[in-house]
């Protein structure tokens, strides 16, 4: 029982990866564009033909190595993807104020 708890929990987090995505905005205070970073979470199909679904061929005996190993994905994607977009919001915003000033 432990162990297809374990399954279905790795198979609903390992779904999905977070990608850092640039949308370009304008601040009306200083008149002037700048880039936003936001997070976006895509999904992820490891078994399955071209269109993404799966086909239930993917995975047969000894599916727990794979399982683990997607389950370890998305919260690495998550802090590396959030990394990059608390960065780069921080540096756009050090600029918008910079520009903003001058």
């Known amino acids: 029982m432990k162990t297809c708890i374990l ?9 999905c990866i977070a990608v850092p995505r640039t949308v ?3 601040d009306a205070a200083c008149d002037v564009e700048y880039q936003s970073r936001t997070l ?6 490891l078994a399955g033909g071209q269109d993404g679904r799966t086909s239930g061929a993917g995975c047969s ?3 727990g190595p ?3 190993a997607m389950a370890l994905v998305t919260p690495a994607s998550v802090v590396v993807s ?3 977009v608390l960065v ?3 540096i756009s915003w050090a600029e918008r104020k910079r520009e903003c000033l001058g």
């Open 40 to 45: 976006s979470f895509e999904q992820v199909s």
């Open 61 to 63: 005996d000894n599916c």
């Open 66 to 68: 794979l399982a683990i």
């Open 7 to 15: 399954m279905l929990a790795c198979a609903v987090l390992s779904g």
């Open 88 to 90: 780069g919001n921080t």
């Open 24 to 26: 370009t905005r304008y």
């Open 82 to 84: 959030g990394s990059v």
